[in-house]
């Protein structure tokens, strides 16, 4: 059989190309995205920066740290505590000690991300005087970079100052460094200092502080601005790296099972012409094995190639959209080749054996008869795991709306819950490509001529030919639909859920992350006709099931405030019974019942028990806890909510409030623009992301579309040529085949349609469960787009193999052997 083995090779081309392209592209995907992943794994080692020669860092306490059973539990505190003044005390005794301060700093024709410092901070990155002098005044400043020379006036949302300086900028943040004393007058809260000391001799000093920190050597980089910047990056990349892995894998073994399946059925005849001459089953099925080992041996070597010179253009296209920190390369490993190669071979193998087993087990006469109509595509094994997948789908959703719905609110379920209800719809294909492809010709069977009813009825009896073009359509659509749809669902879910809860008239922010001042907050509350709520973002901590420390987002505000401007979504309970005593929590929390107390530890870590005032829903996961200020210590006001009194005019209370925040640089903001501030669609990364998941995925289906209809095409050469000689000109012909691959494209797209809107009410019914009604958000401008390209692209591969056939004479194409 391997001299078959090799002539088939040979005269088959046609389909074998099809099925090395359809290999080695999935494999080149898998290995890229397996590197890519790789890569965001480790980050590289991050010496200490603002503090590089600072010797020694002493910091106050920024995480909890719980003991529990299984060992102790950690989480960053919300509010990190200061050095206490004592301990200050005794390290001044050792030598000089330097408070550092850090703050938000918004310059008119500065960079973006401006943090002011004390100049006295400067010499421990250490910066060096470019031009110009240190400030000495409380108006003047020193800056980084050549964004602004000295004598220049700048106005800032701190006042009107004059750079007196410069520094040479070292790529770690654009500072402005002001003098130490008006330093502490913008930021009086200092959390960290530097003592020009010994280390034990500190170390001693700050014993029995209860979680003061003591840095030396790199240790020093925590006193950096976020320095788990890279852990976070690292968890980024992670999460998008491993969803467009876990997603284009789907798709590569999904698309090269089905292209050699087809591959396989194609050759019907063939098989029938071995069986009649002699051939067994088992030598059938070995040569088909043969074929499918030689094919995906070779392909999947040169989709490592390939994956190899892809990764690298992933890595600097992530790093160039900012989905990738600066750093990010691509690392020398070996498992992702592995992975990729072996599961290429492994799933061309298993696509050719499901398919040769049917084929060895048919006679040699019924072979033959069933090379020209498909009378059985569906086997019993395939209609078993179509339907048990569909079962188990539909099990699954049951489950998760019954016993967890907000599971189906989470990225990696909407992500990777789809795929299995596009498995079985794909294997139980065949039964609905049949009904689906009569109604979708249904008119044009019915208009004039014979060309609408060749159409259905090619669709209707080619059923295996339809079903593998249509299954990349299907995957297409399918996870556009699912994957967009369910982001925007979700995000109109979270406005929504933020309008109706929110029931002021007014929003007013600060321009920076320090909040607003005394002074700022009593302007705001001497403006006549609002009723003004000041609340601040915090957090609590809460211990559930003995082991798990879990992290709660809370606001500190007042409850008469609150209930004025919030209409929160109780389930139980009121807002009036909140008091410095008792807290508000949400179904999420293990003990959830009104008057029952609850351990929890507060945002600066002190520990308290609390009552439960009120209980909300859980909503789609942002009803977090709310306290009394008093519970939140420390905690600037970054948020004032302001609803207008009874008769009181909108503007006039608007330009009030503008004129008192109009010093701090703070934003009013209307309710409606508020809430598109805070919940826009999607952020760019956002967006960017997504499309990084799905543009390479849809790239994929799209070739293999391609490329399934040129081997489907080119497989029809005799029946085409029979149209030929039954009277038909070239262009009928032509348009005979452009329609055909219009219809198929209709069918997959309206398979995909139904995936994707099975998901879609899915997630819809899991938000209303949750309280949440929203409407669906189905991405008409997505899928439309999608299927467009599909069918072009179909067209195009159909028309364009047919085209060159038909050049030839067609009594010499009905001669042409199989």
Same mark, same amino acid.
């Given at each position: 059989?391997?001299?078959?083995?090799?002539?088939?090779?040979?005269?088959? $081309?046609? /389909?074998?190309?099809?099925?090395?392209?359809?290999?080695?592209?999935?494999?080149?995907?898998?290995?890229?995205?397996?590197?890519?992943?790789?890569?965001?794994?480790?980050?590289?080692?991050?010496?200490?920066? =603002?503090?590089?020669?600072?010797?020694?860092?002493?910091?106050? =306490? &920024?995480?909890?740290?719980?003991?529990?059973?299984?060992?102790?539990?950690?989480?960053?505190?919300?509010?990190?505590?200061?050095?206490?003044?004592?301990?200050?005390?005794?390290?001044?005794?050792?030598?000089?000690?330097?408070?550092?301060?850090?703050?938000?700093?918004?310059?008119?024709?500065?960079?973006?991300?401006?943090?002011?410092?004390?100049?006295?901070?400067?010499?421990?990155?250490?910066?060096?005087?470019?031009?110009?002098?240190?400030?000495?005044?409380?108006?003047?400043?020193?800056?980084? @970079?050549?964004?602004?020379?000295?004598?220049?006036?700048?106005?800032?949302?701190?006042?009107?100052?004059?750079?007196?300086?410069?520094?040479?900028?070292?790529?770690?943040?654009?500072?402005?460094?002001?003098?130490?004393?008006?330093?502490?007058?913008?930021?009086?809260?200092?959390?960290?200092?530097?003592?020009? *000391?010994?280390?034990?001799?500190?170390?001693?000093?700050?014993?029995?502080?209860?979680?003061?920190?003591?840095?030396?050597?790199?240790?020093?980089?925590?006193?950096?601005? &976020?320095? &788990? #910047?890279?852990?976070?990056?690292?968890?980024?990349?992670?999460?998008?790296?491993?969803?467009?892995?876990?997603?284009?894998?789907?798709?590569?073994?999904?698309?090269?099972?089905?292209?050699?399946?087809?591959?396989?059925?194609?050759?019907?005849?063939?098989?029938?012409?071995?069986?009649?001459?002699?051939?067994?089953?088992?030598?059938?099925?070995?040569?088909?094995?043969?074929?499918?080992?030689?094919?995906?041996?070779?392909?999947?070597?040169?989709?490592?190639?390939?994956?190899?010179?892809?990764?690298?253009?992933?890595?600097?296209?992530?790093?160039?959209?900012?989905?990738?920190?600066?750093? %990010?390369?691509?690392?020398?490993?070996?498992?992702?080749?592995?992975?990729? %190669?072996?599961?290429?071979?492994?799933?061309?193998?298993?696509?050719?054996?499901?398919?040769?087993?049917?084929?060895?087990?048919?006679?040699?006469?019924?072979?033959?008869?069933?090379?020209?109509?498909?009378?059985?595509?569906?086997?019993?094994?395939?209609?078993? %795991?179509?339907?048990?997948?569909?079962?188990?789908?539909?099990?699954?959703?049951?489950?998760?709306?019954?016993?967890?719905?907000?599971?189906?609110?989470?990225?990696?379920?909407?992500?990777?819950?789809?795929?299995?209800?596009?498995?079985?719809?794909?294997?139980?294909?065949?039964?609905?490509?049949?009904?689906?492809?009569?109604?979708?010709?249904?008119?044009?069977?019915?208009?004039?001529?014979?060309?609408?009813?060749?159409?259905?009825?090619?669709?209707?009896?080619?059923?295996?030919?339809?079903?593998?073009?249509?299954?990349?359509?299907? !995957?297409?659509?399918?996870?556009?639909?699912?994957?967009?749809?369910?982001?925007?669902?979700?995000?109109?879910?979270?406005?929504?859920?933020?309008?109706?809860?929110? *029931?002021?008239? %007014?929003?007013?922010?600060?321009?920076?992350?320090?909040?607003?001042?005394?002074?700022?907050?009593? =302007?705001? #509350?001497?403006?006549?006709?609002?009723?003004?709520?000041?609340?601040?973002?915090?957090?609590?901590?809460?211990?559930?099931?003995?082991?798990?420390?879990?992290?709660?987002?809370?606001?500190?505000?007042?409850?008469?405030?609150?209930?004025?401007?919030?209409?929160?979504?109780?389930?139980?309970?009121?807002?009036?019974?909140?008091?410095?005593?008792?807290?508000?929590?949400?179904?999420?929390?293990?003990?959830?019942?009104?008057?029952?107390?609850?351990?929890?530890?507060?945002?600066?870590?002190?520990?308290?028990?609390?009552?439960?005032?009120?209980?909300?829903?859980?909503?789609?996961?942002?009803?977090?806890?709310?306290?009394?200020?008093?519970?939140?210590?420390?905690?600037?006001?970054? #948020?004032?909510?302001?609803?207008?009194?009874?008769?009181?005019?909108?503007?006039?209370?608007?330009?009030?409030?503008?004129?008192?925040?109009?010093?701090?640089?703070?934003?009013?903001? /209307?309710?409606?623009?508020?809430?598109?501030?805070?919940?826009?669609?999607?952020? #760019?990364?956002?967006?960017?992301?997504?499309?990084?998941?799905?543009?390479?995925?849809?790239?994929?289906?799209?070739?293999?579309?391609?490329?399934?209809?040129?081997?489907?095409?080119?497989?029809?050469?005799?029946?085409?040529?029979?149209?030929?000689?039954?009277?038909?000109?070239? $262009?009928?012909?032509?348009?005979?085949?452009?329609?055909? *691959?219009?219809? !198929?494209?209709?069918?997959?797209?309206?398979?995909?349609?139904?995936?994707?809107?099975?998901?879609?009410?899915?997630?819809?019914?899991?938000? @209303?469960?949750?309280?949440?009604?929203?409407?669906?958000?189905?991405?008409?401008?997505?899928?439309?787009?999608?299927?467009?390209?599909?069918?072009?692209?179909?067209?195009?591969?159909?028309?364009?193999?047919?085209?060159?056939?038909?050049?030839?004479?067609?009594?010499?194409?009905? @001669?042409?052997?199989?």
């Amino acid at each position: 059989m391997l001299s078959t083995t090799l002539r088939t090779l040979r005269t088959r $081309w046609v /389909t074998f190309v099809g099925s090395f392209l359809a290999v080695s592209l999935g494999v080149a995907l898998i290995a890229a995205m397996g590197l890519a992943l790789a890569s965001s794994l480790d980050a590289p080692d991050r010496g200490p920066e =603002r503090f590089a020669a600072a010797p020694v860092v002493v910091k106050g =306490r &920024d995480t909890l740290q719980v003991p529990t059973p299984v060992g102790e539990r950690s989480q960053k505190l919300a509010q990190p505590r200061a050095v206490p003044e004592d301990v200050v005390a005794k390290l001044r005794g050792l030598g000089t000690v330097v408070e550092d301060r850090s703050f938000a700093v918004r310059a008119e024709g500065g960079p973006a991300g401006l943090v002011g410092h004390p100049w006295s901070t400067a010499a421990f990155a250490p910066y060096h005087l470019d031009a110009g002098r240190p400030p000495e005044a409380a108006d003047e400043v020193v800056v980084t @970079g050549d964004w602004a020379r000295p004598g220049t006036g700048v106005r800032t949302d701190r006042g009107t100052v004059r750079v007196v300086g410069t520094v040479a900028g070292l790529g770690i943040e654009n500072a402005v460094f002001y003098t130490d004393t008006r330093a502490a007058e913008l930021s009086p809260r200092s959390r960290q200092l530097v003592v020009d *000391a010994g280390a034990a001799a500190v170390r001693k000093a700050v014993r029995g502080s209860g979680g003061v920190q003591v840095l030396t050597g790199d240790a020093r980089r925590y006193a950096d601005a &976020d320095p &788990d #910047r890279d852990s976070a990056a690292l968890t980024a990349m992670n999460a998008m790296f491993g969803t467009a892995g876990g997603v284009t894998g789907f798709v590569s073994v999904f698309v090269v099972a089905s292209t050699f399946a087809f591959a396989v059925a194609q050759r019907r005849r063939e098989f029938g012409l071995l069986r009649t001459a002699g051939a067994t089953p088992g030598q059938i099925r070995r040569m088909v094995l043969h074929e499918a080992l030689a094919v995906g041996a070779l392909a999947s070597a040169a989709g490592c190639v390939l994956g190899s010179y892809l990764a690298p253009k992933l890595a600097e296209w992530a790093v160039g959209q900012s989905l990738a920190p600066r750093w %990010f390369t691509i690392g020398d490993y070996a498992w992702p080749y592995h992975m990729a %190669f072996w599961t290429g071979l492994l799933v061309a193998l298993c696509g050719a054996l499901a398919a040769s087993w049917r084929a060895g087990r048919t006679g040699p006469t019924e072979a033959l008869r069933e090379a020209s109509v498909d009378t059985g595509p569906m086997t019993w094994g395939r209609r078993l %795991f179509g339907a048990a997948l569909l079962v188990t789908a539909a099990v699954t959703l049951a489950l998760a709306l019954v016993t967890n719905p907000g599971d189906l609110l989470q990225r990696k379920t909407y992500v990777s819950r789809p795929m299995l209800l596009i498995t079985a719809v794909a294997l139980l294909a065949p039964v609905l490509v049949r009904p689906l492809a009569r109604l979708v010709a249904w008119l044009p069977a019915r208009l004039p001529g014979a060309g609408g009813m060749l159409v259905r009825e090619n669709a209707a009896t080619g059923v295996r030919r339809t079903a593998a073009v249509a299954a990349p359509v299907l !995957v297409t659509v399918a996870l556009a639909g699912s994957l967009l749809g369910a982001a925007a669902t979700l995000n109109g879910a979270k406005a929504t859920e933020v309008r109706e809860r929110t *029931a002021a008239d %007014f929003v007013v922010t600060p321009a920076g992350d320090a909040g607003f001042g005394e002074a700022t907050l009593r =302007r705001l #509350r001497a403006v006549s006709g609002g009723e003004v709520s000041a609340s601040s973002s915090s957090a609590v901590y809460v211990l559930e099931d003995g082991v798990a420390l879990i992290r709660s987002d809370a606001r500190a505000v007042e409850p008469g405030p609150l209930a004025a401007t919030t209409r929160l979504p109780l389930a139980a309970g009121t807002v009036g019974g909140l008091d410095d005593d008792s807290i508000i929590v949400n179904e999420e929390w293990e003990k959830h019942t009104v008057g029952e107390r609850v351990d929890v530890w507060l945002g600066d870590g002190t520990r308290k028990s609390l009552k439960i005032a009120a209980v909300m829903t859980t909503g789609t996961g942002d009803n977090g806890a709310y306290v009394t200020p008093r519970n939140a210590p420390a905690a600037p006001v970054d #948020r004032v909510d302001v609803r207008l009194a009874h008769g009181a005019d909108a503007d006039t209370v608007a330009a009030g409030l503008r004129q008192a925040v109009g010093a701090s640089g703070g934003e009013v903001l /209307t309710r409606g623009a508020w809430v598109r501030a805070r919940y826009p669609e999607s952020s #760019r990364t956002t967006r960017t992301g997504f499309f990084l998941v799905l543009g390479i995925a849809l790239l994929y289906t799209g070739i293999s579309l391609a490329n399934t209809m040129v081997m489907a095409t080119s497989d029809r050469v005799r029946e085409l040529a029979v149209l030929r000689l039954a009277g038909a000109t070239r $262009w009928q012909v032509l348009r005979l085949v452009g329609a055909e *691959a219009l219809m !198929v494209v209709m069918v997959g797209g309206l398979l995909g349609a139904l995936v994707a809107g099975l998901n879609l009410v899915g997630m819809w019914g899991a938000l @209303g469960l949750l309280s949440v009604w929203t409407s669906l958000v189905i991405p008409w401008g997505t899928l439309a787009a999608a299927l467009g390209a599909c069918a072009v692209l179909a067209v195009i591969s159909a028309i364009a193999p047919a085209g060159l056939a038909l050049r030839r004479r067609a009594v010499e194409l009905a @001669g042409v052997r199989e």
